[in-house]
Each structure stands twice: as structure tokens, then as C-alpha cells.
């Protein structure tokens, strides 16, 4: 089963989407499930597994309401106020659908002391009592703390998205590669080897400007703990959603068949736990 670890949907306002800069321009409108699904279709993916893009219990909701129609999105990545002593509450009436699969908050737009929050934390332990996991969304620099987080967590099954969003301008930096090696370290750390497209600076990325950043996180976190997403439509800011495929592909052709399985959806299932 091969499965796209990370893909978002949303209806475009100016307002709700301010992090869309004016260089981002190809994707200011709406994305919808049916605008996904020929892409789906060409690159043989069977499943995906929707992503917060807004930090609203609205869009948790339509997220999951898009699951109930769409049998593609096989779970759902929402948004709970977790700092909010009603989080536990909130967690149970979401969970009640069987698509919610775990949670994320926006971590890279906080400073490095909201993780450790008590009330953040509180949160993070009603995730991991309810069976849920947790995308961890941070930028290299807040590697670091995001250590420190996973830490005091150690029950809770995370994933990293984007590799931490390390400034790409040739080869991988010392500091995020030692950072990330540490992270990487913990077993209950996963990686999503996704929204690197856009990370890339002042140039056009080229497949082998990014081959070494996969052969980082392969070699760190190994094909069991790493998994496959396209960041659509975020990626389309610099690659069209069969290219990204096709050069994902091209980074596991090497690897024995069950590694390509593992990357393309197998990881990501047993993460997510999805149902076959």
C-alpha cells in the first residue's frame, strides 16, 4: 500500500492564511480533495493521511468530514487546543471518529519555551492516553528543544515533518545533521522525508542537491521510521506533485523491496495505524 504521509487541504483566505507569502502565489485557492485525486491516481498512491493547515477545531472537523467522503484519506493529522484544560474533552469527542490519528500544533511558530508549557505538556499526555500520535513541526534551530519535548514524553509516538526544515543551499549543515542524528536516537521518533522543495534557497532544486539530505535521514532513521509525503499543495510552490513522486521513487530504487515498501507506506500505516 503506498501511502503520501502528509498532504493538506483548504479553502484560501488572505486572512486565515497569512503564512502564504507573496513568492507563494500558485497557491492562493482553494484545495480540495477532488483537485487531489487524479494526482493520486497517476502516481499509484493509495492512500494519504490529511494534515492541519490551520490551527482551528473547524478545520479538525471538515477534515474528518472529508475522510467520511473520500475513502482515499485514510487519517487525519488535526488540530486540538491542547494547552486548554477542555483538551481532554476535545480529544475524546474527535477520537470518537476513528479517522483521527493523532495531532499537531504549528511548534515553528512558537518560541522554544511554549514546549515546555506545563499546560502544553498536560496535552501532549492526554494524546498519548488516548492512543494518538503527534507530528512534530519544527525548524532546525528548535531541534533542540524539540529533544527535550520528546523526552518527557517517552510513550508517545512522534514524527517529524519536513526533516525540521533545514535552509537548503547545497549540502546538508553539520549542525542540523548532528541535531537530527540525536533526535533520531529515540525510538519513538519517526521521520517525514516531505516538504523539502520549499526549504530550498535562492535556487531551483535538482534531485541531486536533495539525494543527500534522504541519504541523512535514511541512514539515521532507517526505512522502518521513515515515510513518504508530498506537503501538497504546499509543494507546488516549487514541484508539481508528480514530480516530487517521481523523485521519491527515484531515492528508493536502490533499496531492497521491502525498505521501498517500508518509506512508501508501510511506515506510515503502522504509524498511523491504518487499517489494511
Not at 503564512?19 to 497557491?27: E, F, L, Q, R, Y
Not at 482553494?30 to 499509484?44: K, R
Not at 471538515?62 to 481532554?88: M, S
Request: glycine share 6%.
Amino acid at each position: 500500500m503506498k501511502i503520501d504521509a502528509h498532504q493538506h487541504f483548504w479553502r484560501y483566505t488572505p486572512e486565515e492564511f497569512d503564512w502564504i507569502s507573496d513568492g507563494m502565489g500558485a497557491i492562493r485557492r482553494d484545495f480540495q480533495p477532488t483537485d487531489l485525486a487524479p494526482f493520486l491516481a497517476a502516481a499509484h498512491v493509495d492512500g494519504t493521511i490529511a494534515v492541519q493547515a490551520r490551527q482551528t477545531l473547524a478545520e479538525t472537523t471538515g477534515l474528518l468530514e472529508h475522510a467520511q467522503r473520500h475513502p482515499f484519506i485514510k487519517g487525519v493529522v488535526g488540530w486540538v487546543p491542547l494547552t486548554d484544560p477542555e483538551a481532554p474533552r476535545r480529544l475524546d469527542e474527535l477520537g470518537a471518529d476513528k479517522n483521527l490519528k493523532g495531532v499537531r500544533h504549528v511548534l515553528q511558530g512558537e518560541p522554544d519555551a511554549f514546549m515546555t508549557d506545563p499546560a502544553f505538556n498536560a496535552g501532549l499526555r492526554a494524546v498519548t492516553a488516548r492512543g494518538l500520535s503527534y507530528d512534530l513541526l519544527v525548524q532546525a534551530p528548535q531541534l533542540p528543544a524539540a529533544l527535550a519535548l520528546v523526552d518527557r514524553h517517552p510513550s508517545l509516538p512522534f514524527v517529524l515533518d519536513h526533516l525540521a526544515k533545514p535552509v537548503i543551499t547545497g549540502a546538508p549543515p553539520a549542525e542540523w545533521r548532528r541535531d537530527l542524528a540525536e533526535l533520531a536516537r529515540r525510538p519513538n521518533v519517526c521521520c517525514k522525508f516531505s516538504g523539502v522543495v520549499t526549504e530550498v534557497l535562492g535556487i531551483e532544486w535538482t534531485p541531486e542537491l536533495l539525494w543527500p539530505y534522504f541519504d541523512v535521514v535514511l541512514a539515521l532513521f532507517g526505512p522502518d521510521r521513515l515515510m513518504f509525503g508530498s506537503d501538497w499543495p504546499v509543494c507546488l510552490v516549487a514541484a508539481e506533485y508528480t514530480r516530487w513522486d517521481r523523485f521519491v521513487e527515484s531515492c528508493v530504487t536502490g533499496l531492497a523491496s521491502a525498505e521501498r515498501k517500508a518509506i512508501l507506506g508501510d511506515t506510515a500505516a503502522k504509524f498511523y495505524r491504518l487499517t489494511p
